[in-house]
């Protein structure tokens, strides 16, 4: 079964590679991965993408959240999300074969970023089936060159956002930042491990 997850981690380098990591380690099969800047400069949002049984859904979740820098997970399932995948799409053309692909990227509310004499490029977003449809239709045209940014998530009404989300104050400890100047301080676990000098 398919399972969208998010998951809130701390802005900093080798989280993305943290969390790749353990779904390897483990065997875990990603369809998706999406990392993007949140509205909090020292948190990302990665969406993840998972088909999975809800044994191995289970051990997913607890594994995220067993990693430091990983402040909070959320899965979809039991709640009503939004989601969208955004593709670009570079089609072979003809003069006779244009105003067609045209048409057709108008009636999935698509648009035409780059024309050429041999090629068509169309940005597309939505449901990924939409995305899906749209690929059969102009699979005939012959396509050159594909490209997706995988699904990114978010929970619908007030669900989520700044109220339901979690600030670095009610974090775990260990995934605690504390915030000056911008920068990541040492915790005090940190403090008290360096040598005095």
Same mark, same amino acid.
């Given at each position: 079964?398919?399972? !969208?997850?998010?998951?809130?981690?701390?802005?900093?380098?080798?989280?993305?590679?943290?969390? /790749?990591?353990?779904?390897?380690?483990?065997?875990?099969? !990603? +369809?998706?991965?999406? $990392?993007?800047?949140?509205?909090?400069?020292?948190?990302?949002?990665?969406?993840?993408? $998972?088909? /999975?049984?809800?044994?191995?859904?289970? #051990?997913?979740?607890? #594994?995220?959240?067993?990693?430091?820098?990983? $402040?909070?997970?959320?899965?979809?399932?039991?709640?009503?999300?939004?989601?969208?995948?955004?593709?670009?799409?570079?089609?072979?053309?003809?003069?006779?074969?244009?105003?067609?692909?045209?048409e057709l990227a108008d009636l999935?509310?698509?648009?035409?970023? +780059?024309? =050429?004499? #041999?090629?068509?490029?169309?940005?597309?977003?939505?449901?990924?089936?939409?995305?899906?449809?749209?690929?059969?239709?102009?699979?005939?045209?012959? !396509?050159?060159?594909?490209?997706?940014?995988?699904?990114?998530?978010?929970?619908?009404?007030?669900?989520?956002g700044s109220g339901d989300e *979690?600030?670095?104050?009610?974090?775990?400890?260990?995934?605690?930042?504390?915030?000056?100047? =911008?920068?990541?301080?040492?915790? #005090? /676990?940190?403090?008290?491990?360096? *040598? *005095?000098?």
């Amino acid at each position: 079964m398919r399972h !969208i997850l998010t998951a809130l981690v701390m802005n900093e380098p080798g989280v993305l590679s943290h969390v /790749a990591n353990m779904f390897s380690a483990r065997g875990f099969n !990603i +369809d998706s991965l999406v $990392v993007g800047r949140t509205e909090d400069p020292n948190l990302s949002r990665m969406t993840i993408v $998972v088909i /999975a049984d809800e044994r191995t859904l289970d #051990q997913v979740r607890k #594994q995220l959240a067993k990693i430091v820098t990983v $402040v909070k997970v959320r899965d979809y399932k039991d709640s009503p999300f939004v989601s969208r995948d955004l593709m670009l799409v570079k089609l072979n053309v003809t003069p006779r074969t244009r105003s067609e692909i045209i048409e057709l990227a108008d009636l999935f509310r698509g648009r035409v970023v +780059d024309v =050429g004499h #041999q090629a068509i490029m169309v940005e597309l977003s939505g449901e990924e089936d939409k995305l899906d449809a749209f690929v059969e239709l102009v699979r005939p045209y012959g !396509i050159r060159e594909l490209a997706r940014t995988g699904v990114i998530a978010m929970a619908r009404g007030t669900q989520g956002g700044s109220g339901d989300e *979690p600030t670095m104050e009610n974090a775990p400890e260990s995934s605690r930042m504390v915030k000056s100047a =911008g920068k990541r301080q040492p915790t #005090q /676990a940190e403090l008290e491990a360096t *040598p *005095p000098g």
